[in-house]
Nanobody
Framework: QVQLDESGGGLVQAGDSLRLSCAAS????????MGWFRQTPGNQREFVAA???????TYYADSVKGRFTISRANADTMYLQMDSLRPDDTAIYYC???????????????????????WGHGTQVIVSS
């Protein structure tokens, strides 16, 4: 059974940094892309970043480009380094595994939740001003 566990969220001040982690288990994800989404109350879940480990490619939403860095330590562990945090980064952050193989190879594909098969339960990030 596939399971994704996020950690690293918390309460920080504007300008601070946080690193989120996602641990995946249940099968090998070496050939699958992974990503981060976030959601605030009353809004749809929005794409933050994705990584195709096999291709060494990363994709970012414009709102986080230059401040957030997505990476993978291995096939089962993913990170989101968040620097220069702003109050509008406050959200629940979810990690996700994309459909198997090279399902997505372009940004436009990764921004859709439908491109991802598995989701974690989320970790809360609160950025105070």
């Amino acid at each position: 059974q596939v399971q994704l566990d996020e950690s690293g969220g918390g309460l920080v001040q504007a300008g601070d940094s946080l690193r989120l982690s996602c641990a995946a288990s249940g099968r090998s994800f070496a050939n699958d892309a992974m990503g981060w989404f976030r959601q605030t109350p009353g809004n749809q879940r929005e794409f933050v970043a994705a990584i195709r480990w096999s291709a060494g490619s990363t994709y970012y939403a414009d709102s986080v480009k230059g401040r957030f860095t997505i990476s993978r330590a291995n096939a089962d562990t993913m990170y989101l380094q968040m620097d220069s945090l702003r109050p509008d980064d406050t959200a629940i952050y979810y990690c996700a595994v994309a459909k198997q193989g090279d399902y997505c190879a372009q940004y436009e594909c990764f921004v859709s939740m439908a491109s991802f098969d598995y989701w974690g339960h989320g970790t809360q990030v609160i950025v105070s001003s």
